[in-house]
């Protein structure tokens, strides 16, 4: 079987590393003509697995290997290392596949379980010496990148597209009216169209692309044996990416289709970021600084685009309810279910006052997950919370950090806990109730917070600095101690925290 290595890179084995691994391959991905979906699961899946490689190997790897490569028309993304194996997937290697639910059962299960449901046939294979490396492979896909060439020379119409059939889906058109009218039907991800033509020249046609809304952004490259500066100065006027001149070399035609698409991609790259960050905006965590019968305080950081913490509440007369949100995930498509699992909450709060009960909360939050297939490739946690007078509050957690109870001797965390949202049908979720003592405080967070340093020292370090902090202020006021937490967060995640953090304290309303 004839495999095509197309790329190869290689960092160190450390969290700056891993971020590099990240750019590096969201460039190589660019030149897939994979959908933009399957280069998110993609790098998500590299993210998360050189993250595990880096901080649960023992001894970790020296460095990180990524290799792109091209077998019978599908891309294969191959992760390598030199550290010590994963010991604990040696017993699943009799089916070679990963099992999302035995995953979760590590402490760093939550990332590899999102892997294995955007990639069902990922396997690992440990090295079984020192020579040998430990290395993922992942099945991703065939190229969906649809490339019309329109040409009236037969011989031109098939060089052109045996040119580009390697690496991209190729339509051939000698008729021009005909690919007018199916391009409007169907619209490809870039055009290649002849000048001179009968019934409909070049221009022509491109006119009457650049007039349909259907067609109107399809990149477009004139490809024309015509030296003549008119027609190049008719064929600039109509908003063309390139203008190839004929014979055109294979590695030419490669060269300008990439460069094409590339801009493509990076102009709809940037019309996502600035959707990301009007959803980053409309997501940010917030609270009224009277909840009920409670007082609260937030404090959130967004890491990066994608994903995000959010936070749900409601309350009425006797109680009050809140559900603090953490979406994993990559790019525009993850912040999009961040905001659809925003408004099923949020209407689910202020819909149905019967399902405020924690337990009630999570399992509705979970089903729904499981229901939703296209949601089940987002992943998420959450913690639900009931406040009621007297400084009740309930509170029943899907897969989330358990809150911590800050008192006079400190801050303890809760003994609360349960299933990922989305794993199974009618899970069951507990609900922990206790009352908080006049002076208590009642601390959620998402796991950013302890997870801001870079090295597993560095987030020791930090987790104990965060305890510390918190004793310290318990009697400072809310906001001085949430801005005390923050500071000390900050100083070990710097300016650009590596994960989404937020923080929410609530202590009862003095009598």
Known sequence: MIRTNLQTFEVRANLEGVRELRRKVALGLGCTGLPEARQNETLVAVSELATNLVQHSAPPPRWIRVLLSRERGDWRLELADNGAPLLDWRARLTTGAIDGADCLAEDHGRGLALVAAMFPDARYEPGE????????????????????????????LRVIAAYLADSYQVISFSAPLVAVERLRRAPPDLVLADI????????????????????????????????????????????????????????????????????????????????????????????????????????????????????????????????????????????????????????????????WEPA??????????????????????????????????????????????????????LDIGGALPGLQSEPVYDTLSLTLKPGERLLLFTDGLFEGAFTAPGRNALELDLL???????????????????????????????????????EPSSP
């Open 196 to 355: 001179r033509m009968p019934e409909l020249d070049g221009l022509e046609l491109r006119r009457r692309l650049a007039e349909d809304p259907a067609t109107e952004l399809v990149p477009f490259i004139f490809m024309t044996e015509s030296r003549d500066e008119v027609v190049r100065e008719q064929a600039d006027l109509l908003g063309i990416d390139d203008f190839l001149l004929k014979p055109v070399r294979k590695r030419q035609l490669i060269a300008a289709v990439q460069r094409t698409l590339f801009r493509s991609r990076s102009l709809r790259a940037r019309l996502g970021h600035r959707i990301d960050a009007a959803i980053t905006e409309a997501l940010k965590p917030k609270l009224p600084a009277e909840l009920g019968s409670w007082r609260a305080v937030v404090r959130s950081v967004a890491a990066e685009a994608g994903g995000g913490d959010f936070v749900s509440f409601t309350q009425g007369p006797d109680c009050a309810a809140l559900v603090l949100v953490d979406v994993m995930g990559h790019g525009v498509a993850a912040k999009f279910f961040a905001h659809a699992h925003a408004g099923y909450i949020g209407g689910l709060l202020h819909s149905r006052p019967d399902a």
């Open 360 to 413: 009630s909360l999570c399992r509705a939050i979970s089903q729904r997950v499981f229901d939703d297939k296209l949601n089940q490739y987002s992943l998420l946690t959450c913690v639900a919370v009931r406040l009621t007078h007297g400084g009740g509050v309930e509170i029943a957690c899907a897969g989330h950090p358990a809150p911590l109870l800050l008192d006079a001797l400190g801050a303890h965390q």
């Open 129 to 156: 010496s020192a020579r040998e490396f430990n290395r993922w492979r992942l099945g991703l896909g065939e190229s969906s990148v649809v490339v019309a060439v329109i040409d009236d020379d037969p011989l031109q």
């Open 468 to 506: 510390a902090t918190a004793k310290q202020g318990l009697a400072a006021p809310l906001a001085d101690l949430a801005d005390a937490l923050m500071a000390t967060f900050y100083a070990a995640a710097g300016d650009t925290p590596r994960d989404d953090a937020t923080l929410i304290i609530l």
